[in-house]
């Protein structure tokens, strides 16, 4: 099996599915010759020419609209976003068209799109070139928003999203994009969407991370065991659909709900978690659930950068309040 | 002016050649300019020239982060905005350092900028210039809702605003221009044809033959200027202000330039522009013609370049230094700025990471 890093598991992924479909097209800005600003289509458009994989004029807006053009006509398209923060042209297409689609024609017309877009901070990088806004995704009717955190699920997550009918958007931690690999077998497979996974049983306490913030979960985990917690960590993968049942499971062990994500904490995927829990397992928590995440602030350009990404520290911080309030 | 040089027929204005002489056909538009404007136009450009190459020099140094130069570009920035008045607003977008300077930016805050520091966004004496704007051509609407508010307190002021020419693919350019048309706004829209936006070539952006034609659909003139002769910049530049303080609204130039450098400093134009394109431009530096010009006048000689260079150069190096010793962000500074007076929960979030601090320190 092939060691790949994040980077070469996407590639890998766009590649098995442009051979297989030749409905599927795959465009973007500086995504074709250059292959992406981050190389992540790097190779594809001397594999599969310019009709498969081209490069567009710099309007995100007119990426997604054309998108869905082409979508009602049964192409299958893969459009790229060079970063999640130049999105917003699109908004208007993605939420008043894309995302609502296939209700407003009950289900005869579908778009069937895979948006994918690199998001995150840590890589002291330009304004609005580190952001994690995938909240505000979730908030939308009809879209789906995945989040890997590593090769092996970043490969079985976008081959899941691309045969998907509904349209889905697919954030890439680009912080990790470089920073590890793994074994990623090299034929198809699937991790199917809406599912978490539980990566470490644990029975104190449930953290529940996605996309680079496993990195910082998993470092804060390991401490806490040495320190005496035994964290249950979870990766949801999903964020649109939420995998209720992974996470109440767990809170039902454990009685102790904590959530660690980048973005602003109003309003957040923690929110919406601990409204879960609240709803359906309130009555096995032992102390308040905690959220440990990014603020309710624009992302400070670098020099401020690491006040605002959680951290290890935060989520062991945060463990300890949990541990008082039991005590 | 814009009446001679119809964008529908490719016209363009240049008034100096390329090796500094000015062409018979230019020596009309020629713009009056004093002595001392000629070198204060020519020092700005070479000041924002070596600002640059220092700039791309800290950078691979790892002094600073990611960063675009204006190299190439710097007649049409400085000439721009030596055209017009400081109570004129400048809207830029993130490839004018020479303009920016101009208008009263400083080095320093350019390098407090990209080594991540909010505080290079605030300008001595806060002159007329919004802070450098990353969504490509979103700018441009504000520069409509300047103009507008020009014409409505009656002033007689014009804003002035820079895209590129991969910009005018995005809604936004079209947006802003119709409005300023509409409303006959006195906005000026340069937009820096540079031939690249990333690895894309002009031509991938749109179908017309040049970006200045596109000012005829939306009604107001519209003129390619050459983009890399200082003299023909001022003299667009003056035309168009003049046009928006009569009242007549808004003008589109196209400056015909070429983005002599990378991207920013993470790019890699060997992979999409060949050697011998790249080397087809260094003749038509801006530098180089205004220069020639300048020499002929016995205005400027090689001692005062080399000193200027110089100067500028250990200018450059303080800057970088100050900034190199500058506080690290503040953590209240992350939080006051986002609102008038911090909503609670705010403040919570801020004194909670504090209380985080102080347990860290502890631990
Ligand atoms: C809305 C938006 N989409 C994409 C980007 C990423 N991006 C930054 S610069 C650039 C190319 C801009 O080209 P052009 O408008 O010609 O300006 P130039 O950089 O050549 O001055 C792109 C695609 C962005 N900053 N904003
Ligand atoms: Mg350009």
């Not at chain 1, 190779?43 to 599969?48: E, H, M, R, T």
């Not at chain 2, 010009?293 to 190096?317: H, N, P, S």
């Amino acid at each position: 099996m092939p060691a790949m890093n994040l980077v070469q598991a996407i590639n890998n992924a766009l590649e098995i599915k442009l051979r297989e479909d030749e409905d599927i097209l795959l465009f973007g800005e500086d995504a074709g010759l250059e292959g992406g600003v981050f190389r992540v289509t790097q190779g594809l458009q001397a594999k599969f020419g310019e009709r498969r994989v081209f490069d567009t004029p710099l309007s995100e807006s007119v990426l997604l609209g054309a998108g869905l053009g082409m979508a009602v006509t049964g192409l299958r398209p893969i459009v790229e976003i060079q970063f999640s923060g130049f999105m917003y042209p699109a908004m208007n297409q993605l939420v008043t068209h894309v995302s609502r689609m296939r209700n407003r024609s009950r289900g005869v017309f579908t778009v069937p799109m895979t948006i994918r877009m690199p998001y995150g901070g840590g890589i002291r990088a330009l304004e609005l070139h580190s952001e994690s806004m995938e909240a505000i995704y979730g908030h939308v009717p009809g879209l789906k928003v995945v989040i890997p955190s590593c090769p092996y699920d970043a490969k079985g997550l976008l081959i899941s999203a691309i045969e998907s009918n509904d349209p889905v958007l697919f954030m890439e931690p680009k912080k990790i994009y470089r920073s590890f690999r793994q074994d990623v077998p090299e034929e198809a497979y699937r991790v199917p969407l809406g599912k978490a996974s539980v990566t470490r049983q644990g029975e104190d306490l449930t953290l529940v991370a996605y996309g680079a913030m496993m990195r910082v979960a998993s470092k804060a985990v390991e401490q806490a065991a040495k320190e005496g917690t035994d964290v249950e960590l979870i990766d949801l993968r999903t964020i649109y659909p939420l995998d209720r049942e992974t996470v109440l499971d767990s809170v039902r062990k454990t009685g102790r709900l904590m959530v660690l994500h980048e973005g602003p904490k109003t309003f957040g995927v923690a929110a919406e978690l601990i409204s879960i829990v609240n709803e359906e397992a309130m009555e096995y928590l032992e102390a308040p659930p905690q959220r440990v995440c990014g603020f309710d602030t624009i992302m400070p350009l670098p020099m401020g950068e690491d006040h605002y990404m959680p951290t290890p520290e935060r989520v062991l911080y945060a463990i300890e309040k949990m541990k008082a309030f039991a005590e | 002016m814009f009446d001679s040089f119809d964008p529908l027929k490719g016209k363009m204005l240049r008034i100096l050649d390329e090796r500094g002489k000015v062409l018979k056909a230019g020596q009309k538009w020629m713009p009056e300019l004093s002595d001392e404007e000629l070198v204060d136009g020519y020092r700005a450009m070479v000041r924002a020239r070596v600002a640059d190459e220092r700039a791309v020099s800290y950078q691979r140094q790892g002094r600073i982060f990611t960063l675009p130069t204006n190299i190439g570009q710097e007649a049409s920035a400085v000439g721009t905005i030596k055209a017009l008045r400081p109570d004129d607003w400048m809207v830029q977008s993130y490839r004018e350092l020479g303009g920016v300077l101009a208008k009263g930016g400083t080095v320093k805050n350019h390098l407090a900028y990209f080594s991540g520091s909010e505080t290079g966004s605030v300008h001595p004496g806060n002159p007329r210039l919004l802070p450098l704007s990353v969504p490509i051509t979103s700018q441009v609407t504000h520069a409509a809702g300047i103009g507008h508010s020009i014409v409505y307190r009656g002033g007689d002021e014009v804003a002035i605003t820079f895209f590129g020419d991969g910009g005018t693919s995005q809604g936004d350019f079209n947006e802003g221009l119709n409005w300023a048309a509409v409303y006959k706004c006195p906005v000026i829209f340069v937009c820096n044809n540079n031939q690249y936006a990333i690895s894309l070539g002009r031509a991938a952006q749109t179908g017309s033959e040049t970006l200045a034609q596109k000012a005829v659909a939306f009604g107001m003139p519209g003129m390619i200027v050459d983009g890399n002769d200082y003299l023909a910049v001022v003299a667009a530049t003056r035309a168009a202000a003049e046009h928006g303080r009569a009242g007549k609204g808004p003008v589109l130039l196209e400056m015909y330039t070429y983005r002599m450098g990378a991207h920013t400093t993470s790019d890699d134009p060997s992979i999409y522009r060949s050697k011998e394109e790249e080397e087809s431009w260094l003749a038509k530096d801006p530098l180089i013609r205004m220069k020639a010009f300048m020499v002929e006048r016995k205005l400027w000689d090689e001692d005062k370049e080399e000193a200027l260079r110089k100067e500028m150069g250990a200018e450059c190096d303080e800057a970088m230094r100050e900034v190199e010793n500058m506080d690290p962000t503040p953590v209240e500074d992350i939080f006051r700025y986002q609102y008038e007076s911090m909503p609670p929960e705010l403040e919570r979030q801020m004194q909670d990471y504090k209380a985080f601090l102080a347990w860290k320190e502890s631990r």
